[in-house]
Each structure stands twice: as structure tokens, then as C-alpha cells.
T-cell receptor, first 113, second 113 residues
């Protein structure tokens, strides 16, 4: 069966510091991978998605970036965090074909102080 | 184009029924439903495909009206475990073989004893 991991689970970072969140998927090959952000009490905002190694599509212009160095690894980064970057970051995967239902990782709760 | 969900919130007593609606102004490939409990990641419930095929949860039902681009989620004989925020996601082709899921703002369902 497929599993998706995210770390860290929680993170408190000062404004201006860098960020690196990692997501890995097990039990599947060539998945589509997604990064979402959810502000407190709000909906799911798609940040990036990837259909393959090195292929990243950005949905929202911002100070975040994403990379996919391996088939089942997806990384979210920032060089300098802003207060507005606080939120619940969720990684998700779906099949590359078929119905595209998405399965979410446990999430990282980021607080920028 | 974000789908519109209604109602924004609903409070039930255990055993009561509820309907959550999701509508889009754009042609859809499919509609997905997710439930998120407080502090947790969203969990896939079901997917509704064009032509009426439905995949997923065996205790929650849904419908998809392709002509109206609307979907409804039916929660019957609600249980305490049904509490959470329900999101619909509408899948559209974003170019070539890329498909993108856009989520609504969510419906907060509270089931009381």
C-alpha cells in the first residue's frame, strides 16, 4: 500500500529565516505530487504541483519554491520566510493517470514569528 | 475557478441527515469529496465521474449533475465521527495531460450527541 510522509510535523521559524519541508511517497511510481497551504480556518490553496522529476508548476507567485529531485520526493523551500507564510502545509500525491484522487500527508504546521 | 460550497456550516444531532452542495461555473471532469478533522490532513471520501460512476465511501453517498456542474454529498443518519470540514474538489484539464483539482472553501459539519 502507498504511504506519504512529511517532516517536520511542526516548525517555528523567525521572519527572514530559510525553510525546507520534505515529502516522500512510498509504494507507488511516478506519482503526481502537490504542495498545498492552509491558513487557519481556511481552505486549501494549491502552491505547486509536479508530474515528474524536475517538472514543477507554480500556482501562486510568492517567495516559496519547490523541487523534485527524485521520483517520490518533493521539497518545499524558501530563502526568507515572511509572517504570511505561516500555515498548515500539506503534501499530496495522486496517480499520473486515472481519476487523480489525491491522498494527503500528515502535514507540517509552520509558525513564522 | 474555485467551486462554491453551501452551506458554510451546519449543526446536526446524531442520527439527523445533511446535504452539502458544490457547484462550478466551468465544465468538470469529475468531483472529489474530502473530509478534514480538526488539526488533521484531509481524507479522500469519494469521487464522482461523468456518466454517474461513483467510487469511494460505502456509507456516504453523492450525486453529480453534469449539466448543472453541481454535486451534492448526502450524509444520512449522521454519526459523531462525521464531524469535520468537508471539501469538494473539481477536476479540470489544465492543458495537455495535466489535470488540476481546485477545492472549495469547505463546509463545517458538527454532529452533537
Amino acid at each position: 500500500s502507498q504511504t506519504i510522509h512529511q517532516w517536520p510535523a511542526t516548525l517555528v521559524q523567525p521572519v527572514g529565516s530559510p525553510l525546507s519541508l520534505e515529502c516522500t511517497v512510498e509504494g507507488t511510481s511516478n506519482p503526481n505530487l502537490y504542495w498545498y497551504r492552509q491558513a487557519a480556518g481556511r481552505g486549501l490553496q494549491l502552491l505547486f504541483y509536479s508530474v515528474g522529476i524536475g517538472q514543477i508548476s507554480s500556482e501562486v507567485p510568492q517567495n516559496l519554491s519547490a523541487s523534485r529531485p527524485q521520483d517520490r520526493q518533493f521539497i518545499l523551500s524558501s530563502k526568507k520566510l515572511l509572517l504570511s507564510d505561516s500555515g498548515f502545509y500539506l503534501c499530496a500525491w495522486s496517480g499520473g493517470t486515472g481519476d487523480y484522487e489525491q491522498y494527503f500527508g500528515p502535514g507540517t504546521r509552520l509558525t513564522v514569528t | 475557478q474555485q467551486p462554491v460550497q453551501s452551506p458554510q456550516a451546519v449543526i446536526l444531532r446524531e442520527g439527523e441527515d445533511a446535504v452539502i452542495n458544490c457547484s462550478s461555473s466551468k465544465a468538470l471532469y469529475s468531483v472529489h469529496w474530502y473530509r478534514q478533522k480538526h488539526g488533521e490532513a484531509p481524507v479522500f471520501l469519494m469521487i464522482l465521474l461523468k456518466g454517474g460512476e461513483q467510487k469511494g465511501h460505502d456509507k456516504i453517498s453523492a450525486s453529480f449533475n453534469e449539466k448543472k456542474q453541481q454535486s451534492s454529498l448526502y450524509l444520512t443518519a449522521s454519526q459523531l465521527s462525521y464531524s469535520g470540514t468537508y471539501f469538494c474538489g473539481t477536476l479540470r484539464n489544465s492543458g495537455g495531460s495535466n489535470y488540476k483539482l481546485t477545492f472549495g472553501k469547505g463546509t463545517l459539519l458538527t454532529v452533537n450527541p
